[in-house]
């Protein structure tokens, strides 16, 4: 349930696009707390916010922040419209929550893109690669763009890590590189809204005319050390809609020799379940060459039960090294940078690198 505090803003220390970072003191200290700006408005110092300190209190790591609620004191002004009407839109998400988000559908019958999403059947052959953690995003686009540096890349967030796309300073510093993001599902505050992660695709590939699309949960994650409890399972039925839709799907593989869990050391175990268990239709596996020996020997072994449904490409990967190194934001996963983990983000790399080679 949610632990509530009360506190005083005492210094805005940093904004990225569409959240501010905040100090704020409370009866138990100073607390590091994140606004969303379009949700609760702008605090500024000398602020009363109430702050939910549920996340902060357990220490989570990537979700460590007191979030705040509300300025009490300060309420924002209405959005533009009065509220009575569809014409701004009518998907609401994070639904039935107290901050749920009224936003304009991408398909909705007040959106411009409302003819061309109706008439949409087809994602017309875009290849569409998926992975299981945001962190992969930006290592995929690497390789996307290490071949081909003018294809047009989207990102569609579904909703099993964090909701709000303006969480993610990832994503804040891919704006300049990405054709948009599409927030699908519970997730809000994409450049366009959709409902479904079938909307989302046909809005990647008919709105944003996206060459490439890549599908993965927000940051965070929900996971419980069991087979099927892991939110990242869910690419899985990702892949089944690219299928669907008429696109290629390409499978990121999770590959760690940095991971000290063994369950996700060579290929995770929620990895082999999302494509072994929960897609239905063959999908593209990209294995990067150049792994260290001990760690291919594992990936190999591990994928070998996969062969049978799904199409296990070999990718070279030279050049790969020097594209994630020159990525425009910081590589992370799990708190491991790219020298720690280096296996996980090439084979990501390889996953972007391989779609790119699907393109006309």
Request: charged share 20%; glycine share 14%; aromatic share 4%.
């Amino acid at each position: 349930m949610v632990r509530w505090r009360s506190g005083t803003v005492q210094a805005v220390r940093r904004s990225w696009h569409g959240a501010v970072e905040l100090e704020v003191s409370t009866g138990d200290g100073p607390v590091r707390a994140l606004a969303y700006p379009d949700l609760v408005g702008s605090p500024e110092p000398g602020d009363r916010v109430l702050l939910n300190v549920g996340a902060l209190v357990m220490g989570l790591g990537t979700g460590g922040y007191a979030l705040v609620v509300a300025l009490p004191d300060r309420l924002p002004a209405d959005p533009a419209g009065n509220g009575g009407t569809r014409d701004d839109g009518h998907l609401v998400k994070a639904r039935y929550t107290p901050l749920q988000a009224i936003r304009l559908g991408v398909d909705e019958e007040a959106s411009p893109y409302r003819e061309a999403l109706a008439a949409a059947e087809s994602i017309d052959g875009m290849p569409v690669v998926t992975a299981d953690l945001h962190s992969a995003l930006p290592a995929i686009l690497a390789g996307v763009h290490a071949d081909r540096p003018n294809a047009r890349v989207a990102y569609l967030m579904t909703d099993g890590g964090a909701l709000p796309a303006w969480f993610s300073r990832t994503l804040d510093g891919l704006r300049g590189h990405l054709a948009g993001t599409v927030t699908t599902g519970q997730a809000f505050g994409g450049d366009l809204e959709a409902s479904t992660v079938h909307t989302g695709l046909l809005a990647a590939r008919h709105v944003l005319h996206a060459d490439v699309t890549i599908v993965a949960q927000g940051p965070g994650n929900l996971g419980t050390g069991t087979t099927w409890g892991f939110s990242g399972v869910a690419l899985g039925e990702a892949i089944n809609a690219v299928a669907v839709l008429g696109g290629r799907p390409v499978g990121s593989l999770r590959i760690s020799d940095g991971d000290g869990r063994e369950r996700h050391r060579g290929v995770s175990h929620h990895t082999l379940t999302a494509y072994g268990k929960v897609a239905l239709v063959p999908a593209d596996l990209p294995v990067p060459d150049g792994l260290e020996p001990g760690l291919a020997a594992l990936v190999d072994a591990a994928l070998a039960p996969l062969s049978g449904r799904h199409r296990l490409v070999r990718v070279a990967t030279g050049g790969l090294d020097a594209a994630l190194r020159a990525a425009p934001v910081p590589l992370s996963t799990m708190g491991r940078k790219l020298d720690q983990d280096h296996g996980y983000f090439l084979a990501a790399a390889a996953a972007g690198r391989h779609a790119a080679s699907l393109l006309a």
